[in-house]
């Protein structure tokens, strides 16, 4: 994969908020039905965990805490004894098809050996456990996903796909069986092209399926998820498999598929807004020597559709503090909407898995003859805020800590935090996306003139 030169990335001193990376365990157990997080730290994490999933904790959710005490600390306590007792508890009462050990900043410190004693309980007590560090030492929310992903590609089965040599140099034109049952469902296509094609990154069930059946439209026809809703299904993976990520955090899962399971990446801009979705499918499209059919109509047809809301959108400028790596993305779909983005701040910038996603940003703010907004890696709030003072944005994408702040100073805010979990993948879901940007600025013009509504943020119900 090129790698691409932007001259304006810039780096601050990572002094920023965020969520803890293990907040992942709130989104991964509901989709892997059969799993049980187990988060191994001291107390904070508890709280954390208490409040940020918010009412799910009365739901008896599949994850808990291993609580280190001063004796775990201090090693007068045996961590694998430990953890057994917790396990063999965790399996009595639950039963899971896999444990998932989160590791956190205390097990860092300590040098708290997860990976060391996970196969030696495994053995005994025959229940796989994976071992996942998503602490907030080395990574920042989203990215608590990616090392769970990563750390699970290494249980996903070898794919059989045996090619000859002469085969590989054609993969991608070879197979063209099973034929669909309802093949007429999509106009005059009839074949589906049986691909090795596997998708990464966690989403809701029904965005899930609402991406497999864009490719099958293009008659690709998707062979598995990492993850995948139940554990038992993980896909196979190996020589001859493609994968491609639905989710710009997911760099080392990419590494993690490429390096050690030899998957082959196909490098796209993510399937966010309809110019995201479209050039996703484009890339895998051609990753099969596969001609996209219909997309350029159906990517109109959608814009179409959301021109109330561009007519909000055009002109007004936008400022990403930065805290969730989904902020590339959507600043390229919102220029695309007609905005000036004047600062996109990210925790962690992999230019090589980003890279067809920097690319269409290019693109895009040259189509749109917007200027390049400023790419800040791990920035800095105190400065963002200061930044934030001069350039007035119309809207701030921010984390709660700033939001009411900014509000009570004139800017419109928006919590970042929901677009991690609100559906913003796919063609269908680019309107509840905008929805969530435009909420702000279509509430303004609702405030009592000279007093500010500290509680814009609160979600209609
Ligand atoms: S960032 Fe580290 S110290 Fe803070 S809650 Fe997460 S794991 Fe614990």
Same mark, same amino acid.
């Given at each position: 994969?090129?790698?691409?030169?932007?001259?304006t $990335?810039?780096?601050?001193?990572?002094?920023?908020?965020?969520?803890?990376?293990i907040? *992942?365990v /709130?989104?991964?157990?509901?989709?892997?039905?059969?799993?049980? $997080?187990?988060?191994?730290?001291?107390?904070?994490?508890?709280?954390?965990?208490?409040?940020?999933?918010?009412?799910t904790? $009365?739901a008896?959710?599949?994850?808990?805490?291993?609580?280190?005490?001063?004796?775990?600390?201090?090693?007068?306590?045996?961590?694998?004894?430990?953890?057994?007792?917790?396990?063999?508890?965790?399996?009595?009462?639950r039963?899971?098809?896999? +444990?998932?050990?989160?590791g956190?900043?205390?097990?860092?410190? +300590?040098?708290?050996?997860?990976e060391g004693?996970?196969?030696?309980?495994?053995?005994?007590l025959g229940?796989?456990?994976?071992?996942?560090?998503?602490?907030?030492?080395?990574?920042a929310?989203?990215? %608590?996903?990616?090392?769970?992903?990563?750390?699970?590609?290494?249980?996903c089965?070898e794919?059989?796909?045996?090619?000859?040599?002469?085969?590989?140099?054609?993969?991608?034109?070879?197979?063209?069986?099973?034929t669909?049952?309802?093949?007429?469902?999509?106009?005059?296509?009839?074949k589906?092209?049986? *691909?090795?094609?596997?998708?990464?990154?966690?989403?809701?069930?029904?965005v899930?399926?609402?991406?497999?059946?864009?490719s099958?439209?293009?008659?690709?026809?998707?062979?598995?998820?990492?993850?995948?809703?139940?554990?038992?299904?993980?896909?196979?993976?190996?020589?001859?498999?493609?994968? *491609?990520?639905?989710?710009?955090?997911?760099?080392?899962?990419?590494?993690?598929?490429?390096?050690r399971?030899?998957?082959?990446?196909?490098?796209?801009p993510?399937?966010? %807004?309809?110019?995201?979705?479209?050039?996703?499918?484009?890339?895998?499209?051609?990753?099969?020597?596969?001609?996209?059919e219909?997309?350029?109509e159906?990517?109109?047809?959608?814009?179409?559709?959301?021109?109330?809301?561009?007519?909000?959108?055009?002109?007004k400028?936008?400022?990403?503090?930065?805290d969730n790596?989904?902020?590339?993305?959507?600043?390229?779909f919102?220029?695309?909407?007609? =905005?000036?983005?004047?600062?996109?701040?990210?925790?962690? =910038?992999?230019?090589?898995y980003?890279?067809?996603?920097?690319?269409?940003?290019?693109?895009?703010?040259?189509? =749109?003859?917007?200027?390049?907004?400023?790419?800040v890696?791990?920035?800095?709030?105190?400065?963002?805020?200061?930044?934030?003072?001069?350039?007035?944005?119309?809207l701030?994408i921010?984390?709660?800590?700033?939001?009411?702040?900014l509000e009570?100073?004139?800017?419109?805010?928006?919590?970042?935090?929901e677009?991690?979990?609100a559906?913003?993948?796919g $063609?269908?879901?680019?309107?509840? /996306?905008?929805e969530?940007?435009?909420?702000?600025?279509?509430r303004? %013009?609702?405030?009592?003139? %000279?007093?500010?509504?500290?509680?814009?943020?609160?979600v209609?119900?």
């Open positions: 994969m090129k790698t691409l030169e932007i001259p $990335f810039e780096c601050e001193t990572g002094n920023y908020h965020t969520f803890c990376p907040s *992942c /709130a989104w991964l157990y509901q989709k892997i039905e059969d799993s049980f $997080f187990l988060v191994v730290g001291t107390k904070t994490r508890g709280y954390f965990l208490q409040s940020a999933p918010g009412v904790i $009365f008896e959710p599949r994850y808990a805490m291993a609580e280190s005490e001063e004796g775990d600390i201090s090693a007068q306590l045996n961590d694998q004894k430990e953890l057994e007792r917790i396990c063999l508890r965790v399996k009595n009462d039963n899971p098809s896999v +444990i998932i050990w989160i956190t900043c205390t097990t860092e410190i +300590i040098k708290m050996d997860l004693i996970a196969p030696k309980l495994e053995k005994q229940i796989p456990i994976v071992v996942a560090r998503a602490n907030g030492l080395d990574y929310f989203t990215q %608590g996903e990616d090392t769970a992903l990563a750390a699970m590609t290494h249980r089965p794919s059989n796909h045996r090619i000859t040599d002469q085969e590989e140099v054609n993969t991608a034109k070879v197979i063209l069986v099973d669909a049952p309802n093949n007429n469902l999509f106009g005059q296509k009839n589906l092209t049986k *691909c090795n094609l596997v998708l990464f990154g966690s989403l809701p069930s029904s899930a399926s609402q991406l497999n059946l864009e099958r439209r293009q008659s690709v026809s998707v062979s598995g998820w990492l993850p995948s809703q139940k554990y038992a299904d993980l896909p196979a993976l190996g020589k001859g498999v493609y994968v *491609c990520g639905v989710n710009p955090f997911l760099s080392r899962t990419a590494t993690t598929l490429m390096r399971r030899r998957c082959q990446l196909i490098g796209a993510f399937p966010i %807004g309809p110019d995201g979705t479209r050039a996703w499918i484009e890339k895998i499209c051609s990753a099969f020597d596969l001609k996209p219909g997309l350029e159906r990517e109109s047809r959608i814009w179409k559709s959301l021109s109330d809301y561009l007519e909000i959108l055009t002109g400028s936008i400022f990403f503090m930065g790596l989904l902020e590339i993305s959507l600043a390229r919102l220029i695309r909407c007609g =905005m000036v983005v004047y600062e996109v701040g990210i925790p962690y =910038m992999d230019r090589r980003q890279a067809a996603e920097l690319l269409l940003l290019q693109r895009t703010c040259e189509k =749109m003859k917007k200027p390049m907004p400023r790419i890696e791990k920035p800095d709030n105190y400065s963002q805020v200061q930044r934030m003072h001069e350039l007035q944005p119309d701030a921010t984390g709660m800590a700033h939001a009411n702040p009570a100073r004139n800017i419109d805010t928006k919590w970042s935090v677009f991690t979990f559906q913003i993948h $063609f269908v879901n680019a309107r509840d /996306a905008l969530l940007v435009t909420r702000p600025l279509r303004k %013009g609702d405030s009592i003139p %000279g007093c500010r509504n500290l509680s814009k943020q609160t209609n119900v």
